[in-house]
């Protein structure tokens, strides 16, 4: 079964704008972990973020996480053709002892030139 | 380094035969984690190797089975192949614990079961 919920599942932007993608789970979480799948580079980890953590950065990535919605949302500012994929969201969840990542069905971003 | 290597990339199979897919992760990874990933169900995870034993393990029929080399190579066994197991098979490496560290995916095995 899916943990998380990517919302939405497709989204079509022009180059150069933002693009906001959003994870919800239903239970409660170790950490969330954002991944990104094109046919040229496969499945690349993006950012790992902890229960206990509220927002982390990477280059043009920003990753909120709000524990008391369950939720968490990807933002790519100025975007290129090259973020052009599919965006997925895993979990850990909290106190599992079969420790494995769950993850959502995924956004497929389109980054048009 | 290298990264995470899978072979073969493409596989096709008749149903009821048998497959091994293998996949080396990369140096100095300890941890291995096989996931399956379908149009339909997404990626799902099977099953989690470290240090040569299984620590994890999803919700697969015992068709489904692997191992783990001292080398932290790791192999896994489909047997008695059925049309749903047509997928992209997709190894991960990571350096102590998948859950909690960041993952290494390989390529993937493209397998069809015809």
């Known amino acids: 079964s899916q943990q998380g919920e990517e919302d939405p599942q497709a989204l079509s932007i022009q180059e150069g704008e933002n693009a906001t993608m959003n994870c919800s789970y239903k239970?409660?979480?170790?950490?969330l972990q954002w991944y990104r799948q094109n046919s040229g580079r496969g499945l690349v980890h993006l950012i790992l973020i902890r229960s206990n953590e509220r927002e982390k950065h990477s280059g043009r990535l920003r990753v909120t996480l709000d524990t008391s919605k369950k939720s968490s949302s990807l933002l790519i500012t100025a975007s290129r053709a090259a973020d052009t994929a599919s965006y997925f969201c895993a979990t850990v969840l909290l106190g599992d002892s079969n420790y494995q990542l769950i993850w959502g069905a995924g956004t497929k971003l389109i980054i048009k030139p | 380094k290298a990264g995470v290597t899978q072979t073969p990339r493409y596989l096709i199979k008749t149903r009821g035969q048998q497959v091994t897919l293998s996949c080396s992760p990369i140096?100095?990874?300890?941890?291995v984690s096989w996931y399956q990933q379908t149009p339909g169900q997404g990626l799902q995870f099977l099953f989690e190797?470290?240090?040569?034993?299984?620590?994890n393990k999803g919700n697969f029929p015992g068709r489904f089975s692997g191992r783990q080399f001292s080398n932290s190579r790791s192999e896994m066994n489909v047997s008695t192949l059925e049309l749903g197991d047509s997928a992209l098979y997709l190894c991960?490496?990571?350096?102590?614990?998948?859950?909690?560290?960041?993952?290494?995916f390989g390529p993937g095995t493209r397998l069809t079961v015809l």
């Open positions: 239970t409660s979480i170790n950490n």
């Open positions: 190797y470290f240090s040569e034993t299984q620590r």
């Open positions: 991960a490496s990571s350096l102590v614990d998948s859950s909690y560290n960041e993952q290494f």
């Open positions: 140096s100095g990874h300890r941890s």
